[in-house]
């Protein structure tokens, strides 16, 4: 994530350089060192085009390549500083510049006052050109960077593992670990059973429009590991029957699990087969109200959290053999205020319960109970990637805004002003012909 931050400052870093510079003449002694700038800059629209595209390849493992990836970050800020730097030294020569040449003009005539108003001219014409001298320390860093630049460049090379150094071992990414069926053990899915009949009661009413008078669309959203692909199983899966007694007769029923796609023009693609179908109802599970609203045919059903009871029995039923008889009795409290910790998501319920099944010593359970519960590797590897995944489908921009919000304290409470405002400061927000920078940030 700091990679973002570190691109958005070889951004500014760039569009200054270029502006600060003039164009490109014959070599001497000062514009030999303006051409180390001028390579900086080369240099820096390639690290800028890495860590953009290290942004897009989220799923990055090799160690080599996040040192990589660390090192060029660094040097970006390295390169930032000396753009920055001269940015300052071309802007005091300026000033110096025009206040010599106020103090000239307003002084006497005679040949030695003409001739020294004649070598401050100059002087502001250098200036204005853009032709400043690069202070000597300054050239020794622009070059140092450069140096870095080329033996990271160098190490890449010629320590990259090839295919003829051994078999490459596959490890599966979150995208194998998400393909879900339409399964479900619905005896051991507790705190759902109302949302289930809600949904079957929309995909009955008949609210709603019917696109080509055949299909309708009812879309679930939520955040990562709220439960939105099991509530999809417990509709298809219906023990009432209500459902299989309408979808008769060429009738469809679909459920499209975790959508992300967005393009309209593939959606009309996937959906012309159905109006083949007498009737067609589809529920599509997705965390993107944009897809939802894409898709959609009837009202939104937005999945909550789960209520702080219905989190408790579903800890319980993870965590320990005998619900009603938890043993050792001690770990009942504690128990209750791990289960709070969780914020009703039954995902993260169930993985932090699988962590602390059969374990009876106290101290290990406040071991978790005051912990970050980020930071415990079975949560890293269970809970976070899929929550990662919202993160890693942001543009871009919308990533950099998210990523700053990291400068505030947890639990912090965040104004929206003060938000835009940080956001602006760090110049994310970007306006357009239509709205501002402070409409867009809001």
Not at 84 to 93: D, F, I, K, S, T
Not at 118 to 129: A, D, W
Not at 425 to 430: A, H, S, T, V
Request: one cysteine or more.
């Amino acid at each position: 994530m700091t990679g973002l931050f570190a691109s958005s400052a070889l951004k500014w870093a760039i569009d200054n350089i270029s502006s600060l510079l003039p164009p490109a003449a014959g070599s001497s002694q000062g514009l030999d060192v303006l051409e180390e700038l001028r390579k900086l800059g080369r240099t820096m629209r390639r690290i800028h085009a890495t860590l953009h595209d290290a942004e897009q390849r989220w799923n990055i493992r090799e160690e080599s390549a996040k040192l990589r990836l660390e090192e060029l970050k660094e040097l970006a800020y390295d390169a930032e500083d000396v753009v920055e730097e001269y940015e300052y030294e071309v802007n005091r020569r300026k000033v110096e510049a025009l206040e010599r040449l106020a103090t000239v003009h307003g002084g006497g005539g005679g040949g030695a006052s003409k001739r020294k108003r004649e070598e401050v001219h100059e002087e502001h014409f250098s200036t204005e050109s853009g032709i400043v001298p690069v202070p000597s320390e300054l050239a020794d860093r622009t070059r140092t960077v450069i140096q870095r630049f080329c033996e990271i460049k160098d190490y890449c090379d010629s320590f990259s593992l090839s295919d003829n150094d051994g078999d490459r071992r596959i490890v599966p990414d979150i995208n194998a670990m998400r393909q879900t069926s339409s399964f479900v053990f619905a005896p051991r899915i507790l705190g759902r059973e109302k949302d289930m009949e809600n949904v079957i009661a929309k995909l009955l009413s008949g609210e709603g429009s019917r696109v080509g008078g055949c299909m309708s669309v009812l879309a679930i959203v939520g955040m990562g590991g709220l439960g939105k692909t099991t509530l999809a199983q417990l509709v298809y899966n219906d023990p009432t029957g209500a459902l299989a007694n309408r979808i008769k007769d060429k009738r469809v029923f679909l459920v499209l699990d975790d959508i992300w796609n967005e393009r309209s023009d593939y959606w009309e693609l996937l959906i012309t087969p159905m109006f083949a179908s007498r009737c067609c109802d589809i529920i599509v599970t997705t965390r993107n109200e944009r897809v939802a609203r894409l898709v959609q045919t009837k009202q939104i059903y937005n999945l909550n959290s789960l209520s702080p009871d219905e989190s408790w029995s579903l800890f319980k039923q993870t965590t320990f053999i005998e619900q009603e008889n938890i043993s050792p009795a001690n770990l009942v409290e504690i128990a209750r205020m791990v289960s709070e910790k969780c914020k009703g998501l039954p995902l993260v319920i169930k993985t932090v319960g699988s962590i602390l099944r059969f374990e009876t010593d106290e101290i290990k359970w406040r071991d978790v109970l005051q912990s970050e519960l980020w930071d415990l590797e079975q949560t890293q590897n269970e809970v976070l990637p899929v929550l990662e995944l919202s993160y890693k489908h942001m543009p871009i921009y919308l990533k950099q805004c998210f990523v700053a919000l990291s400068l505030y304290p947890k639990y912090y409470y965040l104004d929206e002003n003060m938000v835009v405002w940080l956001w602006k400061l760090l110049g994310l927000l970007q306006s357009d012909e239509i709205y501002n920078r402070d409409e867009i940030g809001k």
